[in-house]
C-alpha cells in the first residue's frame, strides 16, 4: 500500500490518488459528495487537492471498505471518538462468516447438482437395492446417463435427483409401486382401454413419472411403446402381470386419441 507521507507538498489531484489507491475517480467524487473524504486544498483554477492527511483517511476508507463496512459505519469509525471499532469490527466479522457458512452451502449445493447431472442418482449401490429392490442394476443410472445425458429430461431429472436422499427416492419408489399394483389390478378387473378408470390411471401415471420429468401426453406414448418393446421394461411389467406390458400400452394409446393425438406418429417432445 502507497505511504501516505508520499503525497506532494501540493497536494494529489484526483487523478492521482485514483492511481495510487486503485480507487475509481468516480468513487472519490462520490465520497467528496457525501463528505466522507473531502480534498482540504484547492488550486488556484479551483481544481481539488489531496494533502497528505486526506491521503491516509483515503488509505483507512479504502481498508474499511475492503473489509466490508457500508460508507455510513466507515464515517462513524472514522469521525466518531466514541465509537467502538473493535465492536462495529466484530459484527462485521460475523457477518462475514455467516456469508461463509451461506457460500459453503452453496458450495455443497452445487456440487450436488454437479454429481447428479453426472451420475443420475446419488446414492450408494447398497441404498439402492434397499430401495429399489436386489434385482435393481445400480450400473442403470450411468447407462442412462450416456443414453440421455444430452436431453432436456435428464437435466430436468438431475435437478430433482440433486435435492433427494434415501427417504425421498424410498418415496418415489412407494408411490411407483404402488402405481404398478393399481395397473396390475385393473387389468384383472378387466378395465377396458378408453374407460373413465383406464384414462385415471393414465393420468395418474404421468403425475407418478412428474417424479422424474415433466411427461407430454406424446412422451407418455412413446415411454407406453417402450415399455411393450423394450425387453427389460417388457420384463418388469410382465412381471406383475402377464401382459401387463402391452395392456399398459393400450390404455396409454386410447389416452392419447381421446386428446387428439395419434399413437402411431407421436414423437418424443
Known sequence: MPDATDADADGLTVGQVSARLGVTVRALHHWDEIGLARPSLRTA??????????????????????????????????????????????????????????????????????????????????????????????????????????????????????????????????TMTDFDRALGDAMDAGVAPGSPEANRLVERHREVFGSYFPLTRQMQVCLGRMYASDPGFAAHYDGIRAGLATWFRRIVDASARAHGIDPDTATWE
Open 45 to 174: 483554477a479551483g481544481y481539488r487537492l489531496y494533502t497528505a492527511g486526506d491521503l491516509e483517511r483515503l488509505h483507512r476508507i479504502v481498508v474499511y471498505r475492503e473489509i466490508g463496512l457500508g460508507l455510513d459505519r466507515i464515517g462513524a469509525v472514522l469521525d466518531h471518538p466514541a465509537t467502538d471499532v473493535p465492536g462495529e469490527l466484530r459484527a462485521q466479522r460475523a457477518q462475514v462468516a455467516e456469508r461463509i457458512e451461506r457460500l459453503q452451502r452453496l458450495g455443497a449445493g452445487l456440487d450436488r447438482m454437479i454429481d447428479a447431472h453426472e451420475r443420475g442418482l446419488l446414492l450408494t449401490a447398497e441404498q439402492q437395492a434397499a430401495i429399489f429392490g436386489p434385482d435393481w442394476d445400480p450400473d442403470s443410472p450411468a447407462q442412462a446417463r450416456r443414453r440421455y445425458g444430452d436431453t432436456t429430461q435428464w437435466r430436468q431429472y438431475a435437478e430433482r435427483a440433486a435435492s433427494r436422499g434415501p427417504e425421498e427416492w424410498q418415496a418415489v419408489a412407494d
